[in-house]
C-alpha cells in the first residue's frame, strides 16, 4: 500500500497485524505526570503515557477510573492540575481548547452530541469547518470532497440529508466518527464509539478503525468491550482510580493479575488472550 | 400607495427601528448569550446621538457610526465583566445594565436633559438612508445565518464544548455577540433619535426590554426573518387594535401569551416546520447501509443538507 499523504505530511503505512507491529515507533503524543483534581477528587493522578505514531492504542479500565477526564484533559476542555502535553513535538497544555483540532487532535465524545437542526451532511461538514482556510475547498454545489469521503466510509451517504434523530444510536455515532475523521487529524480520540451498536455495527467500526490506521492515523480508543479492544488496539493501557496500572500488548495487560481484579474479574479469558 | 406611505411614515420609520433593536436581542441569543442589553445599548445609542447632532452639528451618518460604535465598545466592556454568567442570570444581569441607563439618563443633568429629554434633534437622514441602513444590515446577518458561520454559530449555542472541539473560540464568538448587540442596540437608538428629532426617558424604560422580547418570540428567535415579522407586526398591531377600543392592553397581552404557548419557535419557524414536513413527506425513507452491503456510490447531495429547521 502507498503510503498517503495528509496535511500532516506523508506517513508510512501501518502495519496489517494489529497485534505484531505498534505503530511507527515514534511518538504521536506524551503525556507527563498528568493530573485533573476536582477538589479532593482525583480524576486523573499522575499518568504518564506515550502513544506511538500511527498505532491504535486503547485504554480500558472501570467506571470512573479517569478514561474520559484523561480524554477531556488530552482536548483542554477541563482544567489540568499539573502536567505536561505534547502533539507532534508541540506542547500544548496551556493551548485553549478550540486551538487544540489545529494541533491535529479530534474527538468523539462518549455520549452522542450532533446537533439536531442539522442535517447529517451538515454535521459532519462542522469537522471540516474546523480545517484551516487554506485547507478548505468549498464547491459552489454540493458538498466538499473530503465531506462526501468521510460520509461514504461511514456507510452514511444514504443519510446524508436525514435529520440525526431519524438516526438509530448506532449510526449516529457513526456521524460522530465522520465528524472527526473529516477533520484529518494526526491522532483521533473515540471515546466509547462503539457503545450502543449492535455486533455488525461494532465489527464494521473496528475495521474502519484499521483501515484508518493503514493509512496512518494514530489513534486512542476507550472501551468496555475487552475483546474489541484485543482485536483492534496495538497498545494497551489499563486505568484504575486516575492511575494506570500497567501497560503493553493487549493481550498481556488483560493477563495481569492488576487488571483482573481491578476491571475483568479473577480467572477473565478471552479468545485473542489465549492465543 | 404614496397616501398610505405618508400617512403611516411614522408607523414605517418605527418599523425600521423594531426591526433593528430586536437584532441587537436576537443575535446573542442565536450564540446562546440571552443577554438583554441591546436595549441599554439602544438608550446610549439615542442620547449619545443627539447630542452629537445638537453640540457637534454632526452629520446623520457619522453621527450613526459614532453611536454604534460607543455602544458596541460599552457592550464589549460589558461582556468581558459578565462573560461568565449565563441563563437568567446573564437575563438579569444584562437587564441591571439596562436600568442603570435609565438612571444615568435621568440624572444625566445637561448632557440627558433629565426627566424631560432632549429636542430638536435634526440631522440629514433620508428614508432612503434609513432604508438602506436597515437593508444592509439585514444582509450581513443573513450571510451569519448561511454555511460555515451559521454551523459555527449553532454549535456554540447548542453545545459549547462541542464547538471548541471543531476549533471554534466559544469566548471570542460571545464577546463579539456583546458587541454586535451594542453596536445595532445603538444604531437603532441613534435612527430613533434622528426620526423623531427628540429623545427622553421612554426610550430608556423597561418596556423596550418586553417589546423586542416578545418582537423575536413572536417572530422567530433564529433568524433575521423572525425580527422582521416580529417588528412589522408589534409595530403595527396597536393601529389595527383600535377597533377593539379599550380592550387593545388585552388583546395585545392576550396574542403574545398565545403565541408564546402555541409558537414556541415564533411565526418564522412555524413556516419552517410546515415546509419541513413537505420535504420530508416527499423524500424517501431514511435506511443507512448495511455493513454487509455493498459500497453504494457517493451521492450528489443537494446544497439543501445543511438548512437548519428554525
Known sequence: ?275 | MSAFYASNLVLVQATLVAILLALSIQVPLRLGVFSLAGVGSYGIGAYVSANLVLREEMGAVPTMLVSGLVAAAVGLVLGVVIYRLAGLYLAMATIAFDLTVGVVALNGGEWTGGPVGLFGVFADLTMGLLFGTVVLVLVLVHLTEVGRLARRITTVREDPELAASMGVNVRAYRLTAFVVSGFLGGLAGCLNTLTRSAVGLQDVSFHLVVVALTTIIVGGALSWRGAVIGAVLFTWLPSVLEVVGEWQEFVYGLIVVLAAIFLPTGLYGLWCSARRRVVERFRPPVRPRRPDEPDVPAATVAPEHEVAAR
Open chain 1, 1 to 275: 500500500m502507498s503510503s498517503p499523504s495528509t496535511r500532516h505530511g506523508t506517513v508510512p503505512a501501518g502495519p496489517a497485524d494489529p497485534v505484531d507491529v505498534p505503530g511507527t515507533g515514534t511518538a504521536v503524543l506524551e503525556i507527563r505526570d498528568l493530573a485533573v483534581h476536582y477538589g479532593g477528587v482525583k480524576a486523573v493522578d499522575g499518568i504518564t503515557m506515550t502513544l506511538a505514531e500511527g498505532g491504535i492504542s486503547g485504554i480500558i479500565g472501570p467506571n470512573g477510573s479517569g478514561k474520559s477526564t484523561l480524554v477531556a484533559a488530552l482536548t483542554r476542555l477541563t482544567r489540568l492540575t499539573r502536567g505536561e502535553l505534547t502533539v507532534g513535538g508541540t506542547r500544548y497544555e496551556r493551548v485553549r481548547p478550540g486551538r487544540v483540532p489545529g494541533l491535529g487532535i479530534a474527538r468523539t465524545f462518549q455520549t452522542v452530541r450532533l446537533l439536531g437542526d442539522l442535517s447529517v451532511a451538515a454535521n459532519v461538514q462542522l469537522g471540516y469547518d474546523a480545517r484551516s482556510r487554506a485547507e478548505r475547498r468549498a464547491p459552489l454545489r454540493g458538498l466538499p470532497g473530503p465531506v462526501a469521503e468521510a460520509l461514504e466510509r461511514t456507510g452514511l451517504t444514504d443519510v446524508a440529508r436525514a435529520r440525526p434523530s431519524e438516526l438509530s444510536y448506532g449510526t449516529q455515532r457513526r456521524v460522530e466518527i465522520a465528524r472527526a475523521i473529516v477533520m484529518d487529524p494526526r491522532l483521533l480520540l473515540l471515546d466509547e464509539p462503539t457503545a450502543g451498536m449492535n455486533a455488525a455495527e461494532r465489527v464494521e467500526i473496528s475495521a474502519l478503525m484499521r483501515q484508518l490506521r493503514s493509512e496512518g492515523l494514530s489513534q486512542l480508543l476507550i472501551e468496555h468491550d475487552v475483546q474489541m479492544m484485543l482485536d483492534t488496539c496495538d497498545h494497551l493501557f489499563a486505568m484504575a482510580q486516575g492511575r494506570l496500572l500497567t501497560e503493553g500488548r493487549p493481550a498481556d495487560v488483560v493477563a495481569d493479575p492488576r487488571v483482573q481484579e481491578a476491571y475483568l474479574g479473577k480467572g477473565w479469558k478471552a479468545d485473542a488472550a489465549d492465543q
